[in-house]
């Protein structure tokens, strides 16, 4: 008996790693014509080609099984095709000629599929094409997607918030592992550097089934730089040049690829001084950022992993009140002194017609806060000069807190099965809370997660199905006795049917869960940050939702128009409430609960008209409403806000993948305000860009030049932490930026 199964294991691992090799040949379906340069790409084994100027294209060392083929190029439409490996036909691939955007692959969801293939509606945007828009930070570009919001501290620090729900009820992904930095806070920023990045994806609404507890209202799933392509390397130098601040971002990187081994590494530094408005610069919204990334890959026949570092370490201003006028790049007190440290190493094993994926991370999050009353007597007694050169002499952190997660995520892709396709998976996390400053807001805490999933696409004639379930687990363990235990089962169900061959009509529902975090639970202290006397509540229980999500989409050759509408029912919902009380000059705030509901959607149209093929005009329409169940409204609910976009896309003998474009982007009054808020007043701002792709010294100079504010309008944003000094947002602001590969 042993001797068999010795010998069906050797036939199994045989057949799997058996070389087998895909060629094809693309063309040109109108014109028969070979298309050079289409990008050819496996997505399960991170495997891609180009074809040559014969339209042909080779593939290798190709696992046995089903494997899905994405070719796209500009100009044409993106194709998908499953082919079943061994095979030794050359493929044959037209296709058809296209003025609309080229369709890329979702990452976030567990199939990997095509936009217009995939049951969940997810939005991707290219970090190109933020920075195309002069996005100062990451956080600040994430705005231009819609339905994505952020509450802001001025330009350095951002939380995203999408359809109404930030902070913890948001999970963040990068570099294929959830990313934990203290994300509890209002002014507790994204901790990620948009250098190295390709593009994020936004998964708006409860996504409990595919990441656990923290993604009840939604995921933002960074997708990393990919690796050169076999036998190749690469380089690029890169900065952005803002007049508003005088700062800079900057990055440099390479990477190369041989047969199975792969690497790359980017290093990159921003500064900038303080923002200006209309009438003043907002004192201490200055900030420094240093971030590296590396990566190296290894890939054979049967097995592929993918180990990634990423250091980020900033100095973050936290602006007061308006005060000295300066162009100085070095915060002053009060600022925050953050290092994040993100390991994770991917990997897939590949079996007969089945496959394992094991995603491990591990984060370390360093968060420094300082303040004034902190400073040494005899560093009081030194100049304001003296004091901005030996910053880092003040003395201890008022508030430091080192957070060290460990994250684990394994999926077995079971073997199709007619018309299904199905994953199971164990996910989970260890978390450990330590103390080290004079202030202790949260207290030292271990935190342990584990989830099981299975979820699964069924591909009926006129109908895609996507369902699924998964039951999670928290432990919270408190040295000071505070210890809780949560527990949720959550499920979701999807469809996705081509009503006319114009019309797709998305449907799911899906409930989500989040526990209370450790902030909500224990937390009693003076949040510097915030200003605030925060009082924990060990009684909350967990956040449970259930949301309805309608989507219908138009598409033609000329027309493209999409509705989205949802509607989010929360039970137990958590939120900071204001007792009168006052503890060390600060406001007391205590943690409540109650059941709340958002609604509102996005509505989005898309004209690129026959024969003007060149012109694009796009405009979004954005809304929500929160309220809680006594018809109080809820708090940080952005306002309602319309874009509209006029995008010329031209080639010529001295540019290739030229663009311009003008946006003007109308944000309404917001009076549907919490009890605690003020109304903000609505305000209309102008931007306009130019950039291309340009031929120097044999290599692509891609260049970029936008203006964002462009009448340099006193506003104020609804979800500014700054709103209630009465402090405006950034003015008027030119951005030049280049790329050069190398």
């Known amino acids: 008996m042993k001797y068999l199964f010795t010998i069906v294991l050797c036939t199994v691992l045989s057949s799997a790693l058996a070389q087998n090799t895909i060629n094809g040949l693309i063309t040109n379906n109108e014109t028969n014509e070979a298309l050079e340069f289409v990008s050819v790409y496996i997505p399960q084994l991170d495997k891609g080609t180009v074809t040559d100027e014969n339209g042909t294209f080779s593939l290798t060392e190709i696992p046995q099984g089903t494997q899905t083929l994405i070719i796209s190029i500009i100009g044409f439409e993106t194709v998908s095709k499953k082919i079943t490996i061994p095979t030794t036909e050359t493929l044959a691939i037209p296709l058809n000629p296209s003025a609309i955007e080229m369709e890329e692959l979702i990452i976030s969801t567990p199939f990997h599929k095509l936009q217009s293939e995939n049951v969940m509606k997810v939005e991707r945007e290219a970090l190109s094409e933020l920075q195309r828009q002069g996005a100062v930070t990451l956080s600040d570009g994430l705005t231009t997607i819609a339905g994505v919001e952020s509450v802001s501290t001025g330009v350095s620090i951002g939380k995203p918030v999408i359809r109404g729900l930030s902070a913890n009820r948001v999970l963040v992904y990068t570099q294929g592992i959830r990313l934990e930095n203290q994300q509890f806070g209002d002014e507790h920023g994204l901790g990620i550097n948009s250098a190295g990045i390709e593009s994020v994806e936004v998964i708006k609404g409860p996504a409990s089934l595919l990441y656990g507890s923290d993604a009840l209202g939604g995921v933002l799933y960074f997708n990393p730089e990919k690796y050169a392509l076999k036998n190749t390397s690469e380089g690029e130098i890169g900065g952005n040049y803002f007049s508003n601040t005088q700062g800079y971002n900057s990055s440099a990187a390479f990477k190369a690829s041989a047969e199975k081994v792969k690497f790359l590494f980017r290093a990159g530094l921003s500064e900038h001084s303080d923002y200006d408005t209309e009438n003043y610069q907002v004192t201490n919204t200055r900030f420094r950022e240093q971030d590296f990334k590396a990566g190296i890959g290894y890939q054979t026949v049967g097995f592929k992993t993918d180990f990634r570092y990423n250091v980020n370490r900033s100095k973050l201003g936290i602006p007061e009140a308006i005060g000295e006028q300066s162009t100085a790049r070095t915060p002053l007190l009060p600022y925050q002194d953050l290092t994040n440290h993100i390991f994770s190493l991917k990997s897939k094993v590949f079996l007969n017609n089945s496959s394992f994926d094991v995603n491990l991370g591990f984060t370390y999050n360093d968060r420094k806060e300082f303040e004034e009353h902190h400073d040494h007597e005899e560093e009081e007694e030194e100049t304001a000069e003296m004091h901005e050169e030996e910053e880092e002499e003040i003395g201890e952190a008022a508030l430091q807190m080192k957070l060290k997660t460990a994250s684990y995520d394994v999926k077995y892709n079971l073997p199709t099965l007619g018309k299904f396709e199905t994953i199971v998976g164990l996910q989970g996390m260890h978390q450990v809370n330590t103390n080290y400053g004079e202030e202790t807001l949260i207290p030292d805490a271990t935190t342990n997660d584990i989830g099981v999933l299975a979820t699964a696409h069924i591909h009926f004639n006129k109908v895609d199905v996507q369902l699924g379930a998964r039951f999670d687990t928290r432990a919270i363990r408190v040295l000071e006795g505070v210890n809780r235990d949560f527990s949720s089962f959550n499920g979701a169900l999807g469809a996705k049917t081509a009503i006319t061959p114009n019309i797709i009509a998305r449907l799911n529902l899906a409930s989500g869960y989040r526990a209370p975090n450790l902030a909500e639970l224990t937390s009693f202290g003076t949040h510097e940050g915030t ?138 009054k917001q009076t549907n305000v919490s009890v605690f808020e003020t109304l903000t007043d609505g305000y209309a701002l102008l931007s306009a860009g130019f950039g291309g792709d340009f031929k120097l010294f044999d290599n692509i100079l891609s260049f970029t030049l936008s203006a964002n504010n462009i009448t340099n309008k006193s506003y104020v944003h609804h979800l500014s932490r700054l709103k209630a000094d009465g402090i405006a947002n950034i003015g008027r602001n030119i951005s030049l930026g280049f790329i050069y590969k190398i």
Do not use: C, M
């Not at 306002?639 to 946006?663: D, H, L, M, P």
């Open 531 to 668: 200003n605030r006397f925060e009082i924990g509540n060990n009684n909350l229980e967990n956040e449970q939702n259930f949301q309805t999500d309608l989507s219908l989409e138009f598409k033609n050759e000329h027309v493209e128009l999409f509705v989205n509408g949802f509607y989010n029912s929360i039970s137990n919902y958590i939120y900071l409430s204001p007792t009168g009380d006052v503890i060390d000059a600060a406001p007391v705030y205590d943690y409540l609960q109650q059941n709340a509901n958002l609604y509102g959607g996005e509505v989005g149209l898309h004209i690129h008209p026959h024969p003007l093929d060149w012109l694009h005009f796009e405009a979004s329409f954005e809304t929500v409403t929160g309220k809680q169940n006594n018809g109080a409204f809820l708090p940080l609910i952005p306002a309602n806000s319309i874009t509209n976009t006029i995008r010329i896309e031209f080639e010529k003998a001295w540019i290739n993948n030229g663009y311009t474009f003008v946006k003007l982007r109308n944000t309404f």
